[in-house]
Nanobody
Framework: QVQLVESGGGSVQAGDSLRLSCSVSGSTFSGYVVGWFRQVPGQERQYVCATNWSGYGAYCADSVKGRFTISRDNAENTVYLQMNNLKPEDTAIYYC?????????????????WGQGTRVNVSS
């Protein structure tokens, strides 16, 4: 069983930065994947970034490459999403999800566990 809790969201201006945290409890076995997704009302949950818990892989969607970075602190059981140069189109509820390695890290349906989300609002 895995539980995830997001934090760090807020309201910022375009160009500002935020760092989101995903606190993970439960199994943190080798090969486990933690991903960040975002969702706006009426839209499908959209892939942002994902990393393997062992740290050998870290990937982000083209829409955020060069601005967002995913990282993890194994000792703290926390995965971070550093978001720089935020844009209004980044406004969404951000969720972290957990899954076993072996599928598409960018696929919403690949993930077995989700947190409650944290809101990010970027104004012009």
């Amino acid at each position: 069983q895995v539980q995830l809790v997001e934090s760090g969201g807020g309201s910022v201006q375009a160009g500002d930065s935020l760092r989101l945290s995903c606190s993970v409890s439960g199994s943190t076995f080798s090969g486990y994947v933690v991903g960040w997704f975002r969702q706006v009302p009426g839209q499908e949950r959209q892939y942002v970034c994902a990393t393997n818990w062992s740290g050998y892989g870290a990937y982000c969607a083209d829409s955020v490459k060069g601005r967002f970075t995913i990282s993890r602190d194994n000792a703290e059981n926390t995965v971070y999403l550093q978001m720089n140069n935020l844009k209004p189109e980044d406004t969404a509820i951000y969720y972290c999800g957990g899954a076993r390695e072996g599928g598409s890290w960018s696929d919403f349906y690949f993930y077995d566990y989700w947190g409650q989300g944290t809101r990010v609002n970027v104004s012009s």
